[in-house]
């Protein structure tokens, strides 16, 4: 069955109101507004009258109230209440605060009664689950954007490990020169050795020919110093 009964009031004045069915659902509702304590502060409340239940929302001072059947809970209902209530301030505004009894029935009440219709017979109409989808989508972007954060992260995982690389080739190619420095010049310092052992060696071989030719060539190496006596 759903709401089957809405009223939106400023204080105890009704402005505008839409009943569903035959019932005296308008005089229990003046008396739950009288029930109501005085003054503009919000109040969100739930009578019990035989199967069916008042449920009111006072926010700024407008009360908006309706009357479903006991099956409804209280999620439903107040979800209805609270769109009344924004769509009722939004089109009135100032004027609410000034406007006689039943002022905007003739407008609003054919909004209560689509509304109405709507909360009753869409499940798509409840505020908490259209939330609910909206989180589910956002819960979605979220676990998208964590995944692309993973990535962001893998790749400079991946950048650092590059960076460690380069390093270590950097690292590596320094040694290496240093190592090919150090071995050019023991080379060379090789090299410089053999050259001089070479000189030495052709400079004894040279000596020993020419004081063999002084001795005619009849001396040995190890009585050469005897050509010179």
Known sequence: MG???GMVARGRVVLAEFSAAQTNAGQ????????????????NSSYSHDRYVFHVKRTDGVAVLCMADDASERR????????IHGQFVRTYGRAISSAAAYAMNDEFSRVLSREMERYSNDPRADRLDRIRGEMHEVGQMRIVMINNIEKVLERGDRLAVLVDKTAAMQGNSIRFRRQSRRYRNAMWWRNVKLSLMLLVFIFLLVAYIVFSLVCNGSISPFLLPLCFK
């Not at 439903?76 to 769109?83: H, I, N, V």
């Open 3 to 5: 709401i089957l009964y």
């Open 28 to 43: 229990i509702a003046r008396q739950v507004l009288d029930k109501l304590p005085q003054g503009n502060d919000d109040i």
């Open 76 to 83: 439903m209902p107040f979800a209805f209440l609270e769109d």
